[in-house]
């Protein structure tokens, strides 16, 4: 089955860059999409179509793509940046699909 | 801003039918797709499927035997119906929608708004 894979966890210090990728056979032909969530509460679309951010959402996330890999990016990670990252996209069947996802620690 | 609130039992019995309703406010159904995605306990997203408003939907291949969605736009309401409901089906059940509006799609987009989310347990 078509899966995307996240890394379990990535922990950063404040101030520094966190880089979650996402890895998947169907990348980039698929678009990619990531979502915080933090404990308790519903995901938060942060990037859409891999580098596009929404509105509301604060300049340091950001987005790359290489090849079958897609990089959420946050620079000078702060402390409310704890959470629970998910990427997702869509499987060859047209269906959706969630990577696994990364529980980010700001140490 | 539209606003999305999921409701239904917090309780089903194994066997039975999960059936939950997802309410929209602030907007209109119209020219949106509407998405359900579950969590687990502790564990991950699980996009379960959509519907556009004109009612064409798709679903997961993994749950597809046993589930409907439904919309009802004089409510502004979208349905979700899980059969032959067993343990593993307990969850929190959340409904999104898509960013993409007023065309046909072959791919599941980002979802932009998220209901609260609604926990189910299934147990007899």
């Known amino acids: 089955s078509y899966e995307l894979t996240q890394p379990p966890s990535v922990s950063v210090s404040p101030g520094q860059t966190a880089r979650i990728t996402c890895s998947g056979d169907g990348l980039p032909n698929q678009d990619a999409y990531w979502y915080q969530q933090r404990p308790g509460q519903a995901p938060v679309l942060v990037m859409y179509?891999?580098?596009e951010r929404p509105s509301g959402i604060p300049e340091r996330f950001s987005g790359s793509t290489s090849g079958p890999i897609v990089t959420l990016i946050i620079s000078g990670v702060q402390a409310e940046d704890e959470a629970d990252y998910y990427c997702?996209?869509?499987?060859?069947?047209?269906?959706?699909?969630f990577g696994g996802g990364t529980k980010l620690t700001v140490l | 801003q539209v606003q999305l609130q999921e409701s239904g039992p917090g309780l089903v019995k194994p066997s039975e039918t999960l059936s939950l309703t997802c309410t929209v406010s602030?907007?209109?159904?119209?020219?949106?797709?509407w998405n359900w995605i579950r969590q687990s306990p502790g564990k991950g997203l699980e996009w379960i499927g959509y519907i556009y408003y004109s009612g064409s939907t798709k679903y997961n291949p993994s749950l597809k035997s046993r589930v409907t969605i439904s919309v009802d736009m004089s409510k502004n309401q979208i349905s979700l119906k899980l059969d032959s409901v067993t343990a593993a089906d307990t969850a929190v059940y959340y409904c999104?929608?898509?960013?993409?509006?007023?065309?046909?799609?072959?791919?599941?987009?980002?979802?932009?708004?998220w209901g609260q989310g609604t926990s189910v347990t299934v147990s007899s």
């Open positions: 602030g907007g209109s159904i119209s020219n949106y797709y």
């Open positions: 997702q996209s869509t499987d060859r069947s047209g269906s959706g699909v």
């Open positions: 179509k891999a580098t």
């Open positions: 999104a929608k898509s960013v993409v509006r007023g065309v046909i799609i072959t791919s599941v987009y980002g979802m932009d708004v």
